[in-house]
């Protein structure tokens, strides 16, 4: 089995990150909120995808995708509040697995499920969640690839870039 490093830094400001990153946390905060009724607010995660125009394969997909995540996880999967401003592990994995299969790196897509799920349920997901990746790209929501000291000096190459940002926190 392959260990796959992560490649969100800890604690990543939401604000960094780019619109299909954001579009699939927020959703999943809003799966989870729907599920736990934490808020009086109506939580339809499914609104966003009408409003992405990827309804027809996308809801299907991510609820199907997010079912089997959480009937059979081997540990409890962790979601921050919808309105906390700092990305989770377990929210980073999911945009790390979605960028593997838009990228056709299945191999490591499924390496990052098996850290979730157990082998069977590795199988199911494994179909679903090319689906979802697949009707993602199709409404222009591509999870780029990343690389954690991409994300943890970007920061810092920008400082060098232009001086006076260094100063703008």
Known sequence: ??????TYAEDTRITELGTAEAFIVMV????????LETDNAVLDWQSAFV??????QGVPAFGCF????????????????????LLGRDEARLLQLVSLFQ?????LAIAA?????????????????????????AGHLTVPLRHREAVQYRRLAAAH???GFALVH
């Not at 999943?28 to 599920?35: D, G, K, M, Q, S």
């Not at 409003?51 to 027809?56: I, L």
């Not at 959480?70 to 409890?76: D, F, K, L, M, P």
């Open 1 to 6: 089995m392959i260990s796959l490093p992560p």
């Open 113 to 137: 499920l098996a850290e979730w799920l157990p082998p069977a349920a590795v199988r199911l997901a494994d179909r679903v969640g090319q689906a979802l990746a697949a009707a993602l790209g």
């Open 161 to 163: 870039a232009m001086p």
């Open 66 to 85: 997010m079912d089997i995540v959480a009937s059979t996880a081997v540990r409890s999967v962790r979601v921050r509040p919808i309105r906390c401003m």
């Open 28 to 35: 999943l905060r809003l799966w989870v909120a729907a599920r």
């Open 51 to 56: 409003a992405a125009g990827v309804e027809e």
């Open 103 to 107: 990228h056709d790196r299945r191999e």
